[in-house]
């Protein structure tokens, strides 16, 4: 099996929906839903890093974008070549929460 990292695709179609609308629709929800939990959009100097926030979101994503390759067949068959083993660090499992 091709290694998902070098796997070569096709050049895009353009057959199928147009997606810059639905990221817009999905934007306009995420600020209503932000709205709703924090009583206020995401606005500057909110006294929080954007760039921390935004680095947990991309790792996050990781994840779930390996999860999802490997729910899809993309294996993990060379897991066994890498060692770490995060509880030996003292590293827990993320939680949802923020510090």
């Known amino acids: 099996m091709t290694e998902v990292g070098a796997k070569k695709q096709v050049a895009p179609t353009g057959d199928g929906v147009e997606i810059t609308p639905l990221v817009i629709k999905d934007l ?11 009583g206020t959009p995401l606005k500057a100097h909110n006294g929080r890093s954007a ?19 490997t729910e899809q067949g993309w294996g993990d068959e060379n897991i066994a070549e890498h060692d770490w083993k995060p509880e030996e660090e003292g590293l827990v499992p993320h939680t949802n929460e923020r510090e």
């Open 28 to 38: 306009e929800d995420r600020r209503r839903a932000g709205i709703a939990r924090y």
């Open 51 to 69: 760039l921390i926030d935004a680095y947990q979101e991309a790792l996050d994503m990781c994840i779930y974008l390996r999860q999802e390759l």
